[in-house]
């Protein structure tokens, strides 16, 4: 049975990406894979240490990060898994920082600093193409995203999951609603009005990239 790993990396379990997670998820469950969620905030857990065990001469890691905390079951789940679709809110330009230290740990030891002298660059310790995702949610509108170039810092992160593991795409979620009650919070840069009419008109439209999404990388495998 096709196995697809979903990797929450908001401190929120019911809000923006843990919804579009969530429809990935129904997406990939009614192909008839088995899915797993993972809440990475549930998890005690640091990003990569530097100590180099998976690349030392004669390692037997296999792609999986040597240091053991709450991570390491999750990351031997990922390198054994179909798909691993990973979410996350943009923070200050970049995913949050729970998401980016499971993405050092997963990627590190899964590449090499040996020559492919087959396809060029540097050797993937996989020898099969291992799909991935990111969905990724953000306070931008579509048109600052693009016009400030948002999408160099941010497609980057796909692109390191492509160049490991054979295969990653995105879905970037825009202009979303943060709060549940606007009155509450000092965010007058926002209108509470504009926020709520993307969330009833566009946010639904970004729950079926989602869920499409899901099916898509479930059925790769097939």
């Known amino acids: 049975m096709t196995k697809v790993m979903i990797i929450n990396g908001s401190p929120r379990k019911n809000f923006n990406t843990a919804k579009l997670l969530n429809e990935a998820a129904r997406g990939a469950l009614e192909t008839g894979a088995e899915v797993e969620v993972v809440n990475l ?12 065990i998976c690349k030392r001469k004669g390692n037997n890691t296999n792609g999986l990060c040597f240091y053991k ?10 390198l054994h898994a ?7 809110p943009v923070y200050h330009s970049y995913p949050s920082g729970m998401c980016r230290a499971f993405m050092e740990r997963f990627m590190f030891p899964a590449h090499t600093y040996m020559k492919d002298e ?18 990724m ?25 492509r160049h490991v593991f054979g295969y990653s795409e995105a879905l970037y ?14 965010c007058d840069y926002f209108d509470a009005d504009h926020k709520a009419k993307v969330r009833d008109e566009q946010f639904p439209k970004d729950m079926q990239k989602a869920y499409e999404l899901g099916q898509r990388l479930a059925m790769m495998k097939k």
Not at 69 to 78: A, G, M, T
Not at 118 to 133: E, Q, S
Not at 137 to 160: G, K, P, Q, R
Not at 173 to 186: H, I, R, V
């Open 118 to 135: 087959i396809n060029g660059g540097m050797k993937r310790v996989l020898d099969h193409t291992l799909p991935t995702a990111m969905i």
């Open 173 to 186: 979620a825009f202009d979303t609603f943060q709060y549940t009650d606007y009155s509450k919070y000092d």
């Open 41 to 52: 905030y549930d998890l005690n857990y640091k990003g990569c240490i530097s100590c180099l």
């Open 82 to 88: 179909d798909a691993v679709i990973i979410g996350s």
């Open 69 to 78: 905390d709450d991570l390491r079951p999750v990351l031997e789940k990922c």
């Open 137 to 161: 949610t953000m306070n931008a509108t579509e048109s600052w995203f693009n016009a400030s170039n948002y999408h160099i810092i941010l497609d980057e992160n796909v692109e390191s999951l």
